[in-house]
């Protein structure tokens, strides 16, 4: 090791991990103040806008605790900022051992505020809005690029600093988080069966509406024709909300 690259590695470990580490000789202590602030408080106020529900749940003083956390035990594989909020995400699911500050829903809550950062900059764009066809049954949708359905444990939709559930209720939430024509990302609470419908939408290649139905109806152990009504009206909001989006047969 060069003694360049020893004194890059101090400086690293220093500004990472302040309280612990020694900081690297000839280097003005006011300086490296200033570099140690910086970038800890810039991570810090990523993840504070970033992860904003999560943040509320925390004092001022356990949130500072957990970024530095972060800082210290995860290794980020990527040098883009935008990618830190995915790296804050994998910390929480592999490397924050359960503390009794963290609440038990905090690696599912994280994930849906990340889905929506990931969506709001996702690439890509949907093709133009076509003219609804007229027999929906007979007509062929897939799932948008940008629909994302979604299952946890918890209600992390619901989740805010009065509203924090401990136990899961055994209950399963299903949503679907999407970016619209409009650019604006939005989320739709939906139930098993939609679930399973966007899922089968999600497959190539796209069956019609009706043989979807059929499929749903298998499962269900019902007969198709009394899913009719409810599926043609819940395929056309699905397309208004560009969730679903027209497909070639």
């Known amino acids: 090791m060069s003694e360049f690259q020893r004194v890059q590695r101090e400086f690293t ?66 040098p883009y900022f935008l990618k830190i909020a995915e790296e804050f995400l994998e910390y929480l699911q592999s490397q924050r051992s359960g503390l009794d500050i963290d609440p038990p829903f905090l690696s599912e809550l994280a994930h849906y505020e990340w889905v929506e950062l990931a969506l709001d900059v996702a690439e890509g764009d949907l093709p133009a809005a076509g003219d609804m066809v007229d027999d929906i049954l007979s007509g062929h949708f897939r799932l948008s690029p940008l629909a994302w359905p979604l299952a946890y444990q918890f209600p992390v939709h619901l989740i805010s600093v009065d509203n924090r559930p401990q136990n899961a209720d055994g209950e399963a939430t299903y949503i679907v988080v999407y970016r619209n024509r409009a650019d604006s990302v939005e989320f739709l609470e939906i139930n098993a069966v939609t679930a399973r419908l966007l899922a089968l939408f999600d497959e190539a290649p796209s069956p019609s509406v ?40």
């Open 13 to 78: 470990q220093f500004i990472r991990d302040p309280d612990h580490r020694t900081a690297p000789q000839g280097i003005e202590s006011r300086r490296l103040g200033i570099y140690r602030d910086l970038f800890f408080n810039n991570i810090n106020s990523f993840l504070s806008n970033g992860f904003p529900v999560c943040r509320s749940l925390y004092s001022d003083v356990d949130w500072d605790v957990l970024v530095r956390d972060f800082m210290i035990k995860h290794q980020c594989a990527s």
């Open 210 to 249: 009706g043989e979807l139905l059929r499929v749903i109806a298998g499962e269900l152990q019902t007969e198709v024709e009394s899913l009719y009504g409810f599926g043609t009206e819940l395929v056309s909001q699905l397309v208004s909300l560009d969730i679903l989006i027209i497909a070639e047969p």
